[in-house]
């Protein structure tokens, strides 16, 4: 249980620290890291054009997509007992970029960002 509890707050922090690059990635959106300008190049200042999926709900979209990130990172440490730490941790790390990219292609398409 211990090793459960370590390996989610570690995938939650990392997933936290990195999920606006992460938009930047999925949307090219402009938004940059928290330690440097943050949504403050982010496409949703531009009075025209695209704006990015997840800060055009004020954060929301970002909540909504993280939620299901740990989600899954809980699931697999917490309902995956029987595996050892390392893949345990593997799975998780990896949660962040798999279910982050479903979340954000379903948001993404449904607000039609791409089209």
Same mark, same amino acid.
């Given at each position: 249980? $211990?090793?459960?509890?370590?390996?989610?707050?570690?995938?939650? =922090?990392?997933?936290?620290?990195? %999920?606006?690059?992460?938009?930047?990635?999925?949307? /090219?959106? /402009?938004?940059?890291? @928290?330690?440097?300008?943050?949504?403050?190049?982010? &496409? %949703?200042? &531009?009075?025209?054009?695209?704006?990015?999926?997840?800060?055009?709900?004020? *954060?929301?979209?970002? =909540? %909504?997509?993280?939620?299901? %990130?740990?989600?899954?990172? *809980? @699931?697999?440490?917490? *309902?995956?007992?029987?595996?050892?730490?390392?893949? $345990?941790?593997?799975?998780?790390?990896?949660?962040?970029?798999?279910? *982050?990219?479903?979340?954000? =292609?379903?948001? /993404?398409? @449904?607000?039609?960002? @791409?089209?």
């Amino acid at each position: 249980m $211990r090793a459960g509890i370590i390996i989610f707050v570690l995938s939650v =922090v990392l997933t936290c620290a990195f %999920i606006i690059d992460f938009c930047a990635v999925v949307y /090219g959106c /402009g938004c940059q890291s @928290w330690w440097k300008a943050s949504a403050d190049h982010c &496409n %949703i200042h &531009n009075p025209t054009g695209k704006h990015c999926p997840w800060c055009t709900h004020g *954060g929301s979209g970002f =909540v %909504i997509g993280a939620l299901g %990130i740990f989600g899954a990172q *809980g @699931w697999f440490c917490f *309902g995956k007992r029987t595996w050892g730490w390392p893949k $345990r941790l593997l799975a998780s790390l990896l949660s962040f970029p798999v279910v *982050g990219t479903i979340a954000a =292609v379903i948001v /993404g398409l @449904w607000q039609g960002y @791409w089209s």
